[in-house]
């Protein structure tokens, strides 16, 4: 789900999982407190993965997390992008990338989770990076 979907984008999506696989590409804001219902009756409540890329503030991502992880189905996966800082964030001036505070939410999220795995080239890149967690 994006704000930002274009039709193209909506119509293709949907074409990029297996024929046994659901895929569904909304035009939607995932701060919009009614979605998760929506979600949970589109896909019967048990995602198998969830990805979260959203508005990089702290506060959004930890909103993402908290309205839509418990939608997996325990054994699944949800991951986050951007958790490397950005230059800007490590004090080096800005730069093209932008993590905002996805890092921070990823530390406590990491902390409080055995099953964390970082999908990260260099740790002293420029932001990016991939954070998943396997929902108990």
């Known amino acids: ?25 909304w035009k939607a804001d995932s701060h919009d407190r009614g979605l998760p219902a929506r979600v949970a009756e589109w896909s019967g409540g048990a995602l198998d993965f969830l990805f ?21 189905r325990s054994g699944g ?18 730069s093209a990338s932008y993590s905002g505070g996805v890092h921070r939410f990823w530390k406590e999220l990491k902390e409080n989770n055995s099953s964390a795995v970082e999908l990260i080239d260099d740790p002293d890149q420029d932001g990016f990076g991939i954070g998943v967690v396997t929902i108990p």
Do not use: W
Request: charged share 25%; with cysteine; glycine share 8%.
């Open 1 to 25: 789900m994006d704000m930002a979907f274009s039709r193209a984008q909506i119509s293709a999506n949907p074409r990029l999982g297996r024929a046994s696989q659901q895929v569904a590409c």
């Open 77 to 94: 996966l949800v991951a986050l992008h951007d958790i490397v800082p950005d230059a800007e964030t490590r004090g080096r001036g800005k």
């Open 52 to 72: 979260i890329d959203g508005d990089h503030s702290y506060d959004g991502v930890r909103l993402d997390y908290e309205l839509f992880s418990p939608l997996v």
